[in-house]
């Protein structure tokens, strides 16, 4: 029984959008190049005859700290009403890439892939900040202890991977 050769898969890291290729002979290889790259890079053709087209589209959300109600930002927002203007409303910034991939021989399309970068201040100065975040590679858990004592303080399954995690550090008057 012999078996049938599978064509390499692209495989992309959802914490920077960087690319791999994993091969039936060369096993998990990383690309030179990121989905954001090959985004900016577009329109683009190579020598083996695929075809790359991508796209870039940024937006806002706003959610409402104390009630959890989120609103996409766009240029017609306005708050729904004046508590909305008392409450704390935390702003955070989206960019999709949406790159395709065609083959110019058969006409087809190869690879289609979405890639989400969120804005957010990375966590510099982790002494003072008193809790810990755990997340199961690929099943969607996270976990939040105190980091003194080790106590758990809440566990939620999102059913889906965890790929980071944001701190808010909240906003001075």
Same mark, same amino acid.
């Given at each position: 029984?012999?078996?049938?050769?599978?064509?390499?898969?692209?495989?992309?890291?959802? $914490?920077?959008?960087?690319? +791999?290729?994993?091969? !039936?002979? =060369?096993? @998990?290889?990383?690309?030179?190049?990121? /989905?954001?790259?090959?985004?900016?890079?577009?329109?683009?053709?190579?020598?083996?005859?695929?075809?790359?087209?991508?796209?870039?589209?940024?937006?806002?959300?706003?959610?409402?700290?104390?009630?959890?109600?989120?609103? $996409?930002?766009?240029?017609? +927002?306005?708050?729904? !009403?004046? =508590?909305? @203007?008392?409450?704390?409303?935390?702003? /955070?910034?989206?960019?999709?890439?949406?790159?395709?991939?065609?083959?110019?021989?058969?006409?087809?399309?190869?690879?289609?892939?979405?890639?989400?970068?969120?804005?957010?201040?990375?966590?510099?100065?982790?002494?003072?900040?008193?809790?810990?975040?755990?997340?199961?590679?690929?099943?969607?858990? @996270?976990?939040?202890?105190?980091?003194?004592?080790?106590?758990?303080?809440?566990?939620?399954?999102?059913?889906?991977?965890?790929?980071?995690?944001?701190?808010?550090?909240?906003?001075?008057?």
């Amino acid at each position: 029984m012999s078996e049938t050769p599978t064509e390499p898969a692209f495989l992309p890291d959802p $914490q920077d959008g960087r690319l +791999y290729l994993m091969g !039936s002979q =060369s096993g @998990l290889v990383k690309l030179p190049f990121s /989905i954001p790259e090959l985004v900016h890079a577009a329109p683009c053709r190579t020598s083996d005859g695929l075809l790359y087209t991508g796209k870039k589209q940024d937006s806002w959300s706003v959610i409402d700290a104390w009630t959890g109600r989120r609103e $996409q930002l766009t240029g017609s +927002y306005s708050p729904s !009403s004046s =508590s909305d @203007l008392e409450s704390c409303l935390i702003y /955070i910034g989206r960019k999709v890439y949406t790159l395709s991939i065609y083959d110019m021989r058969t006409r087809a399309l190869r690879w289609n892939v979405t890639y989400y970068h969120y804005s957010a201040e990375p966590l510099e100065d982790t002494s003072a900040y008193g809790l810990t975040h755990l997340a199961a590679s690929g099943e969607g858990l @996270l976990v939040t202890a105190d980091r003194a004592s080790g106590q758990l303080l809440w566990a939620r399954d999102f059913s889906s991977p965890v790929v980071a995690v944001l701190v808010w550090k909240g906003e001075e008057p």
